[in-house]
């Protein structure tokens, strides 16, 4: 069973900075893509970044994060990262990763979510 699992959320204040990391439980898991997708209360679940690697790295990112937020990968560590700057008390949400083997498959697999709050 692939398990991911987050770390990294918290308090910080708005301007500040927070990287969350994504570990892969299993390293025989084949993948095709990583992403990282925010819930805020009461609002549908937003995707935030996403990373591939099967033909060089590519990464692509909302304009609502473009510039602030950089999301990379540690092969040996099988974890992927996903650095925030200059966050801003919209950015206040619990952040998922999230895991698919095939290009234009739906994310299959969730980690728990580690929440990131910003205050104004």
């Known amino acids: 069973q692939v398990q991911l699992v987050e770390s990294g959320g918290g308090l910080v204040q708005a301007g500040g900075s927070l990287r969350l990391s994504c570990e892969v439980s299993?390293?025989?898991?084949?993948?095709?893509?990583m992403g990282w997708f925010r819930q805020a209360p009461g609002k549908e679940r937003e995707f935030v970044a996403r990373?591939?690697?099967?033909?060089?790295?590519?990464?692509y990112y909302p304009d609502s994060v473009k510039g602030r937020f950089t999301i990379s990968r540690d092969n040996a560590k099988n974890t992927v990262y996903l650095e925030m700057t200059s966050l801003k008390p919209e950015d206040t949400a619990v952040y998922y990763c999230?895991?698919?083997?095939?290009?234009?498959?739906?994310?299959?697999?969730w980690g728990q979510g580690t929440q990131v709050t910003v205050s104004s």
């Open positions: 990373i591939t690697w099967s033909s060089g790295i590519a990464t």
């Open positions: 299993q390293r025989s898991f084949s993948v095709f893509a």
């Open positions: 999230a895991a698919k083997e095939q290009a234009g498959a739906k994310y299959k697999y």
